[in-house]
């Protein structure tokens, strides 16, 4: 599925804009806007979930619409009368978040920066002098700091991978 002006509308819950009107055509506009901005980023839009596509760029746009420039207020004087008109503040252009980034390419979590691993004399390469093997609470050699593939501290790694 593809995200079309009437979709916009219906996220916005109005009645979509007569399909020759500038409103229509920009509408259209800011939603290939959007779907350039997705491809740049993350290539083929085709590889990616199409629930996932649509659904951002039907947000991003809906956004804009709501909110089209980035004027936080607005205020017109002539002679005894005056207008003033108050924006949230906006980009002036279509943006897609960075939660919506996360949800089109979510994170690969099979290798993560830090992992949850019982501790113990029995878990990974600790030294015999480790805190953790005197009973302790706490790694004093380090090898949690290398996820658990060498003590870090009191020995250290040896050039050739193995450790003392």
């Known amino acids: ?43 083929d839009l085709t590889a990616l979930d199409q629930g996932r596509l649509d659904y951002v760029v039907r947000q991003a746009v809906s956004a804009h619409v709501r909110r089209p420039d980035d004027a936080t207020q607005v205020t017109v004087a002539v002679d005894d009368g005056q207008s003033s008109r108050t924006y949230r503040t906006a980009k002036g252009r279509v943006e897609i978040l960075d ?41 004093s050699c380090g090898a949690d700091l290398t996820n658990y593939a060498y003590p870090l501290y009191e020995g250290g790694a040896l050039s050739d991978g193995d450790y003392y």
């Open 1 to 43: 599925m593809t995200v079309a002006p009437a979709d916009i509308a219906v996220e916005l819950g109005r009645t979509a804009p007569d399909s020759t009107s500038a409103e229509y055509a920009q509408w259209e506009l800011w939603i290939a806007d959007a779907r350039m901005l997705i491809s740049a980023r993350l290539g």
């Open 99 to 139: 939660e919506w980034w996360d949800l089109l390419a979510p994170a690969d979590t099979t290798t993560r920066a830090f992992s949850i691993r019982p501790q113990g004399s029995s878990c990974g390469p600790h030294v015999p002098w480790c805190a953790l093997n005197m009973g302790g609470t706490y790694c």
